[in-house]
């Protein structure tokens, strides 16, 4: 807040706060939601599975961009990678996601794909990609990366 207030040139303002910061603490973590289609009474995720290709996950592929198939990911961004987007992750850790959960070929569809990373993850993973995003600044952004 310090800073904000001596930029105003409030110098008083800026003594009173000094120490004090705008906005949230950092989040020590941020879920990820993972859905799969429902399966019958008197079925099991192996039958779900055959019937239409998912429900079950790929460590073999994860841990090709995890240490281990834990809760807690670690991937971090790629040099250079970053400032697309506020909400902006990295490709590395949504590949590692991507290829957990799909097979080559499958849809990957990201209905609010901000700069596009999920896509750009998708397609480096053979997978069909689909993304909705409604700022038009964003949309070209996106597009360029994946291009």
């Known amino acids: 807040m310090s800073v904000v207030f001596q930029r105003r040139g409030d110098e008083k303002n800026a003594a009173k706060w000094s120490g004090w910061r ?41 841990t090709r961009y995890e240490r281990s198939p834990d809760n807690v990911l670690t991937s971090g961004f790629a040099k250079g990678e970053t400032g697309h987007h506020i909400a ?23 209905p609010f794909c901000g700069s596009g990373s999920t896509l750009v993850a998708a397609k480096a993973s053979g997978r069909k990609y689909l993304g909705f995003e409604i700022d038009p600044h964003l949309v070209e952004v996106a597009a360029s990366r994946l291009a």
């Open 22 to 62: 705008v906005g949230n603490l950092r989040p020590t973590f941020e879920p990820v939601l993972w859905f799969v289609k429902p399966y019958p009474i008197g079925t099991t995720i192996a039958d779900n599975v055959l019937a239409h290709g998912l429900g079950a996950f790929n460590e073999d592929a994860f």
């Open 88 to 110: 902006q992750k990295p490709v590395r850790l949504l590949r590692a996601l991507v290829e957990l959960s799909t097979l080559p070929g499958q849809l990957v569809l990201d």
